[in-house]
């Protein structure tokens, strides 16, 4: 998509996403295809990160980091797990009324950590499993199971009664309890994914009004000069259009601020670099190339007295800028994420990674989550606190993300995609691509 990168720089972007890859291939447990949150021995698989791994296979094979057939066995195990797994009000099942539960044990499937059924990390599975069935199109038995099983599994899901009677979805609901008290329907998120399979399903679709009630709650600000609808951690800029192109098209809140959700991307990314470089809390390292403020990993929860200063440290939390929360921990793979939005400045930026942090010498899977150059470590690290692990929903994104800016594999396949136009058109978008 992105022909013009110079030859070194393409080669640093290739080399970051076959690495960044590397988790989903070793990481995947082999009988269920389910995938951990997080590097950390023993850690629970989670529906979003399985969700991830269909999109990464689709690119690893595309790109031929796996062939065609592996990608293929590998989305296959994963879709007829998924489709068989038992569902129901029981707290061991895997799921209840088409959603899954948070996090599931990686070798049965079944709910754990007393977790919620999530709304939003069903929706990461879901467009990861509609991608897939978009991809594997030729023809054959087993892709055409591809397809009837990503359809299959996206049709069980009851957006409607996930509404619980409102005209917005909740996020969620726990075996016992019920549904949990809080809504999507408040600021500018990352519910844009689950809105758009919503309104596009063609079993259980939700009420317009939902959709317009949660934009009418944006707000824009200005930072630094420059106005964007306002979101502080990164990943709410960047996880939707993971998979969807909000390039040129818009919705009635776009038509009134003048700009589409790319756009907003954009400026939302170049305001957390002007943060990092005006540093008002004077962290260490902040500046034109190490920003990135993010729901991360962290050092905390602690509280230490830095310079006969007491500063608070968090552990994990959705970080975000300029209006916090900040620590003085920042996350390289956001900044890769951005990618598409400031081609530029996030190029630069990771050359100053590697190069100044040296965050990817002698370790696996990329960039390392998190690190905190303002926290005192015991060690010899000169990098200060640095996250032992690395998480699956950081990791996705950066594949996806350095595809869309060099090939645009995820938006090309969410572009024929009939529910993702369906969803989209219902939420009032028009224009660009959509007019073709």
């Not at 709910?111 to 990861?128: H, K, M, P, W, Y």
């Not at 509280?303 to 968090?314: D, Q, T, V």
Request: net charge neutral.
């Amino acid at each position: 998509m992105f022909n013009n990168t110079p030859a070194h720089d393409k080669q640093m972007l290739d080399t970051i996403l076959a690495e960044t890859v590397e988790y989903f291939l070793k990481e995947t447990n082999p009988q269920t295809g389910l995938v951990p949150d997080r590097s950390e021995p023993g850690a629970p698989a989670s529906i979003a990160a399985s969700g991830l791994a269909l999109s990464v296979f689709v690119i690893a094979a595309e790109r031929g980091l796996i062939s065609h057939n592996i990608a293929l066995a590998r989305v296959l195990n994963v879709l007829r797990f998924f489709n068989n797994a038992p569902q129901g009000p029981e707290p061991g099942a895997t799921g209840y009324h088409g959603f899954f539960y948070h996090f599931l044990d990686a070798n049965t499937g079944k709910r754990v950590q007393n977790s919620e059924l999530s709304v939003i990390d069903t929706a990461l599975f879901l467009i990861g499993a509609l991608v897939a069935g978009e991809y594997f199109n030729r023809g054959t038995p087993e892709e055409n199971s591809v397809f009837w099983l990503a359809e299959n599994i996206y049709k069980k899901t009851d957006w409607v009664w996930a509404t619980n009677g409102q005209d917005a979805i909740c996020h969620g609901w726990r075996p016992g309890a019920g549904f949990l008290p809080y809504y999507w329907n408040s600021g500018y998120n990352e519910a844009h994914l689950l809105y758009i399979l919503a309104l596009g399903s063609p079993t259980f679709p939700v009420n317009q009004k939902a959709y317009l009630n949660w934009t009418n709650t944006f707000e824009t600000r200005t930072y630094y000069d420059t106005t964007c609808t306002y979101a502080a951690p990164l990943f709410i800029h960047q996880l939707p259009q993971c998979w969807l192109n909000f390039k040129g098209i818009q919705d009635d809140y776009n038509r009134r601020t003048g700009m589409d959700y790319f756009e907003n991307s954009r400026r939302a990314t170049i305001i957390q670099q002007q943060y990092a470089i005006d540093n008002p809390h004077k962290f260490a390292e902040y500046g034109p190339f190490c920003w990135g403020f993010t729901a991360s990993d962290g050092p905390g929860p602690v509280k230490l007295k830095i310079n006969s200063r007491e500063k608070e440290f968090f552990g994990y939390i959705a970080r975000g800028a300029p209006d916090g929360p900040d620590d003085g921990t920042v996350s390289p793979w956001a900044v890769a994420a951005s990618l598409p939005f400031t081609p530029a400045i996030v190029i630069d930026s990771l050359r100053y990674a590697i190069g100044h942090f040296g965050l990817k010498k002698e370790r696996s899977f990329g960039f390392e989550a998190s690190f905190n150059p303002s926290f005192p470590e015991n060690s010899k690290n000169p990098n200060g606190w640095v996250s032992p692990w690395k998480f699956a929903l950081n990791q996705g994104p950066v594949i996806l993300m350095i595809d869309n800016f060099q090939n645009g594999l995820m938006w090309k396949l969410t572009s024929h995609c009939p529910y993702i136009i369906n969803g989209l058109r219902r939420a009032g978008f028009s224009g660009g691509w959509l007019s073709s």
